[in-house]
C-alpha cells in the first residue's frame, strides 16, 4: 500500500525558533497533501491542505504565517512551525492523496511530535 | 465546529468480548470512514462505508450508516488485546476534507 512517511518523529526546540517538518509520499505521487494537528487526548484538526506547486490553503483560525507549508515537488510537503511557542506542542500529522483513488483516499504519516520548552 | 462526537469516549472490556463505539456527524457526506491509532502513533485506516450503503463488513469489524440520524458505529467482535487503540471516524462531505470526530479510547484487557 501507499506509504507517507515523516520526519522528524519527535522534535524539542526552544521557544521561539522555528522547526521544519517533512512530509514524503515514498511510493506514489502525491499532489495534494494535508497537515493535522492533535493534541493529547484529543482528535485530529485539519490545520491546512497543501498543493503541490501552489500556496497552501488554511482552515479557518491557523496562522498562515506561524504555520508555513510548501509543497514543492510531487513527494514532499513541508511544515515549519516559526517562532514556535509552548502552546504550539502538539502531535503534527500529515496525510497524502493517492491521484486517482476512490474516495480520495487518503494515506497517514507516523506524525511528528513537537515540544517546545 | 464541523467535529463529530463519538461515544463511549472509554471503553474497557475484556478479550473476546464485543466492542462498539459510536459516532455523530454534522454534514451531509459522501462517506464516512474509521481509523485506528495506537498511542504515539499515525493513523491507520480500517473501512470505508459510501453514503448509500447502510452496513459493511471486513473480518472482525462491522460498520453500520445511518444517514438520517447522521450516525455511524462500529463493532469489533471477538476483540484481542491487540486491538488496544483510539478509533476515530471521519467524516468525508463534497470536499475531500476529513472531519474527525473526538475517538474512542478502547481497552481490552486479556
Known amino acids: 500500500g501507499a506509504v507517507v512517511s515523516q520526519h522528524p518523529s519527535w522534535v524539542i526546540c526552544k521557544s521561539g525558533t522555528s522547526v521544519k517538518i517533512e512530509c514524503r509520499s515514498l511510493?506514489?505521487?502525491?499532489?495534494?497533501m494535508f497537515w493535522y494537528r492533535q493534541f493529547p487526548k484529543q482528535s485530529l484538526m485539519l490545520m491546512a491542505t497543501?498543493?503541490?506547486?501552489?500556496?497552501?490553503?488554511?482552515e479557518q483560525g491557523v496562522e498562515k504565517d506561524k504555520f508555513l507549508i510548501n509543497h514543492a515537488s510531487l513527494t514532499l510537503s513541508t511544515l515549519t512551525v516559526t517562532s514556535a511557542h509552548p502552546e504550539d506542542s502538539s502531535f503534527y500529522i500529515c496525510?497524502?492523496?493517492?491521484?486517482?483513488?476512490?474516495?480520495?483516499?487518503?494515506?497517514f504519516g507516523p506524525g511528528t511530535r513537537l515540544t517546545v520548552l | 465546529s464541523q467535529q463529530g462526537e463519538e461515544d463511549p469516549q472509554a471503553l474497557s472490556i475484556q478479550e473476546g468480548e464485543n466492542a462498539t463505539m459510536n459516532c455523530s456527524y454534522k454534514?451531509?457526506?459522501?462517506?464516512l470512514q474509521w481509523y485506528r491509532q495506537n498511542s504515539g502513533r499515525g493513523l491507520v485506516h480500517l473501512i470505508l462505508?459510501?453514503?448509500?450503503?447502510r452496513e459493511k463488513h471486513s473480518g472482525r469489524l462491522r460498520v453500520t450508516l445511518d444517514t438520517s440520524k447522521k450516525s455511524s458505529s462500529l463493532l469489533i467482535t471477538a476483540s484481542r488485546a491487540a486491538d488496544t487503540a483510539s478509533y476515530f471516524c471521519?467524516?468525508?462531505?463534497?470536499?475531500?476534507?476529513?472531519?474527525f470526530g473526538k475517538g474512542t479510547k478502547l481497552t481490552v484487557n486479556p
Open positions: 497543501s498543493n503541490e506547486g501552489s500556496k497552501a490553503t488554511y
Open positions: 454534514t451531509s457526506i459522501n462517506n
Open positions: 471521519a467524516a468525508q462531505g463534497g470536499s475531500e476534507k476529513l472531519v
Open positions: 511510493d506514489f505521487q502525491a499532489t495534494t
Open positions: 496525510s497524502a492523496r493517492v491521484e486517482g483513488a476512490p474516495y480520495n483516499e487518503q494515506f
Open positions: 462505508i459510501r453514503s448509500n450503503e
